[in-house]
T-cell receptor
Framework: DTAVSQTPKYLVTQMGNDKSIKCEQN?????MYWYKQDSKKFLKIMFS?????LIINETVPNRFSPKSPDKAHLNLHINSLELGDSAVYFC?????WGDGTEAFFGQGTRLTVV | KNQVEQSPQSLIILEGKNCTLQ??????????LRWYKQDTGRGPVSLTI?????NTKSNGRYTATLDADTKQSSLHITASQLSDSASYIC????????????FGAGTRLAVHP
């Protein structure tokens, strides 16, 4: 019954590695997002996709590459991981991309780079 | 600079008591303001969403207020329960499409028996 699901929940990896986080939503929503929650607990948007098309890219390093094979999935691939990439990454979805639409969040993926 | 500031940073109350959390924002142009509850180790869950024209909105024991003139909002929790222990995050959305959200750092609430 999980609406927005992310895998894995925890990810520990060494600097320089490449890793992916997967996200799936079964709500039939058109829009999906990736957010990063830093150590100060602020969530900041990274990417937004609407019907598989990129609509927001918030000056994220190009080591981060989202991929949306269909509108129910938005995966995040990270190349050459750095210590500063350690954070909790949240996937979210909303019915549309317009103002005021409700966003539903996954449970988060805690990434630790050592 | 578009920012959302919340106070207090953390709060401890006894079960059954009421509390009020504050949010000030400078986001412009403004579309709507939301309050989310985030349990430890979980994603945020929406409590309320208010547009420019709405002054108050309730969801059970949670009541949010909005003063768009002073750019302030509050979240009042009535008759707190142990399960209310969580972070409460104020989120403001830009007007103009794309559902772009600006998050506050949250207020961490601990309800003690």
């Amino acid at each position: 019954d999980t609406a927005v699901s992310q895998t894995p929940k925890y990810l520990v990896t060494q600097m320089g590695n490449d890793k992916s986080i997967k996200c799936e939503q079964n709500l039939g929503h058109d829009t999906m997002y990736w957010y990063k929650q830093d150590s100060k607990k602020f969530l900041k948007i990274m990417f937004s996709y609407n019907n598989k098309e990129l609509i927001i890219n918030e000056t994220v390093p190009n080591r981060f590459s989202p991929k949306s094979p269909d509108k129910a999935h938005l995966n995040l691939h990270i190349n050459s991981l750095e210590l500063g990439d350690s954070a909790v990454y949240f996937c979210a979805s909303s019915p549309t991309w317009g103002d005021g639409t409700e966003a539903f969040f996954g449970q988060g993926t805690r990434l630790t780079v050592v | 600079k578009n920012q959302v500031e919340q106070s207090p940073q953390s709060l401890i109350i006894l079960e059954g008591k009421n509390c009020t959390l504050q949010c000030n924002y400078t986001v412009s142009p403004f579309s709507n303001l939301r309050w989310y509850k985030q349990d430890t180790g979980r994603g945020p869950v929406s409590l309320t969403i208010m547009t420019f024209s709405e002054n108050t909105k309730s969801n059970g024991r949670y009541t949010a207020t909005l003063d768009a003139d002073t750019k302030q909002s509050s979240l009042h929790i009535t008759a707190s329960q142990l399960s209310d222990s969580a972070s409460y995050i104020c989120v403001v959305s830009f007007s103009g499409g794309y559902n772009k959200l600006i998050f506050g750092a949250g207020t961490r609430l601990a309800v003690h028996p």
